[in-house]
């Protein structure tokens, strides 16, 4: 539409130029027909010129309604967090958390300083969040009192006991996931799909692959581990 808008316009001066030389010489045939090329060559330009305002418009108002959409119901969540656990934080658990919210899918987030709350569900009608559902840090089998006996049993009679690194790294994840969302959501911004943790920042080797499990369970689409440390994929 922009670029027939601009052709057009150009075809107007060229007439308009036509219509003024036929004019100055006296060719009154070829000036009637240079004015009338010219006169419906304007109306037609007006016709293009009063659509495309309304086009743009459109898009406009409908980014800007998205956009709002978006802000709103992030003020919206801090409010409700605010209003539970004032000294708490909280980020998306989802790096897609607004495309999620569009599909109507279930959105969670993440939560630090909430009394041992670490997600909650943010229930949303239409872009009003109507309520937060908390949810405690589910309790380890590889903690509970049967497990760590099992593992004491299995460390006496075995000859090369094999170490649980399942608590070190639901303690990492637990310390890291704030942060790492964050990451995670500049990387989308910056169009990167695969995210690497690099061995420098994550604890002993042997706990990558518990700290992979660990970080798809609190929302990570898909890790990995890699030679150089653990892989994340972000859809």
Avoid at 4 to 23: E, F, M, P, S, Y
Avoid at 99 to 104: C, D, E, L, T, W
Avoid at 121 to 132: C, K, M, P, Q, S
Wanted: with cysteine; aromatic share 8%.
């Amino acid at each position: 539409m922009e670029k027939k808008l601009a052709k057009l316009n150009k075809a107007v001066i060229i007439l308009g130029v036509i219509a003024i030389l036929t004019l100055l010489f006296r060719l009154w045939p070829f000036f009637f027909i240079a004015l009338t090329f010219f006169i419906g060559a304007r109306i037609w330009c007006h016709i293009l010129r009063a659509k495309l305002p309304k086009e743009l418009d459109v898009k406009a108002r409908v980014k800007r309604r998205s956009s709002r959409a978006k802000k709103g119901i992030g003020e919206q969540v801090s409010l409700w967090v605010n209003a539970d656990y004032p000294n708490a934080k909280w980020v998306w658990a989802h790096v897609d958390a607004i495309k999620r919210i569009a599909n109507g899918e279930d959105v969670f987030i993440i939560l630090n300083g909430a009394g041992g709350y670490r997600r909650a569900r943010v229930n949303i009608t239409g872009n009003i969040v109507v309520a937060l559902e908390y949810m405690k840090a589910p309790i380890r089998e590889s903690v509970s009192e049967q497990r760590l006996e099992e593992n004491i049993a299995e460390t006496i009679t075995a000859e090369s006991p094999s170490v649980n690194y399942d608590l070190m790294a639901y303690e990492w994840v637990e310390a890291h996931i704030n942060e790492l969302n964050e990451r995670l959501n500049e990387a989308v911004g910056e169009g990167i799909s695969d995210y690497l943790l690099s061995a420098k920042e994550l604890p002993i080797q042997g706990s990558w692959t518990s700290i992979c499990t660990e970080l798809m369970r609190a929302g990570v689409s898909e890790a990995e581990c890699v030679q150089e440390g653990i892989k994340i994929k972000i859809n």
